[in-house]
């Protein structure tokens, strides 16, 4: 596999990434996604960027011993580290060019609204109703007077929109009047994400499947924006025994939890690599030999569920 854009020839570009939120400490499938990240793009060539998405909850410290943790786990990449917290003038820059083109509206709803509106024939669950798409100028102003500040919603020209799958093949997924910008004035993760991959060079984008549909409303806005979205790979979740995806309540998940229990970043490598038909169980291996065995045709599609039992010591 080799769909690596080069702009001369001999001269790879474009850049996987791994862009985690700095809440609290990464566990063994985030670290799981992040390895198949790395290898997806150090396999095709590209450069690898780190971005902390830090627009929301932050834990202290927790930026600095995720990037501890995967540098642990041999997991390099090409600095720097991008820090959405710095970014809100790009993002003002784009939403400021959508609303001169009009393909924006100031919604006035509360998440109870949507929930509670009655939704359009044959929509899909979560999708906005549209209930300020049409509003006229009076009626906007009306809501302006009650003081509650609106947030900014794209004003989407289609219902829905194709993406392309490396794992997964071709996947149409649902595009509504998504926000770009709260109304406490904090730009959206389907904007931001859009604007820091196109400036990070990114364009392989391997995430867990849960956001498989974040994909149709993240690309069809980067056609909007005139970026060019990027290539995508949705990996299976790292499950618990009860079918809920991994967190951290589920036990010693995490590189320093699993280090006090015996379990050192040797033995978790060897793990997920097992788990992703890269190695035989319990067999100790390095990150670079798993880049040079990978092949993304032979990882499994189904989720990985995690037993207690692995996390022990043989």
Same mark, same amino acid.
């Given at each position: ?133 049409? %509003? /006229?100028? !009076?009626? =906007? &102003?009306?809501?302006?007077? +009650? ?8 004003? #989407?020209? *289609? ?52 956001? %498989? /549909?974040? !994909?149709? =409303? &993240?690309?069809?806005?980067? +056609? ?8 995508? #790979?949705? *990996? ?55 880049? !040079? ?16 039992? #692995?996390?022990?010591?043989?």
């Amino acid at each position: 596999m080799n769909d690596c854009r080069r702009d001369e020839p001999g001269r790879p570009s474009g850049a996987g990434r791994y862009a985690p939120s700095p809440s609290g400490d990464l566990h063994i499938g985030n670290l799981r996604t992040a390895l198949l990240a790395w290898l997806f793009a150090r396999s095709t060539g590209r450069r690898f960027v780190v971005r902390m998405e830090d627009l929301d909850r932050v834990a202290p410290g927790a930026a600095d011993r995720q990037l501890a943790d995967l540098a642990a786990m041999g997991i390099t990449w090409d600095p720097p580290v991008m820090w959405q917290s710095q970014r809100q003038l790009s993002y003002d820059v784009a939403i400021d060019d959508l609303q001169r083109r009009g393909l924006t509206y100031e919604c006035f709803c509360t998440r109870r609204e949507i929930l509670e509106a009655p939704s359009a024939p044959h929509a899909p669950a979560g999708a906005y109703p549209g209930t300020c798409r049409d %509003l /006229s100028e !009076a009626q =906007r &102003q009306a809501k302006r007077d +009650t003081g509650r500040p609106p947030a900014i919603r794209l004003h #989407a020209g *289609v219902a829905e929109f194709t993406v392309v799958d490396t794992l997964l093949g071709s996947h149409t997924g649902m595009v509504d009047d998504f926000v770009l910008r709260r109304g406490d004035g904090t730009p959206a993760y389907n904007l931001a994400v859009v604007i820091d991959d196109d400036a990070q060079g990114v364009d392989q984008v391997v995430r867990a499947d849960d956001l %498989l /549909s974040s !994909a149709p =409303r &993240q690309s069809y806005l980067a +056609t909007l924006l005139h970026i060019s979205p990027p290539v995508y #790979a949705h *990996v299976p979740l790292v499950l618990n025994t009860e079918g809920a995806r991994l967190a951290k309540r589920d036990g010693a998940v995490t590189l320093s939890d699993l280090a006090l229990g015996g379990i050192d970043t040797q033995r978790v490598l060897s793990l997920i690599a097992a788990s992703l038909n890269m190695a035989a169980p319990n067999e100790p291996v390095t990150i670079d030999q798993l880049l !040079a065995r990978f092949d993304p045709d032979d990882l499994p599609r189904d989720p990985w569920v995690l037993e207690p039992s #692995a996390m022990q010591i043989c």
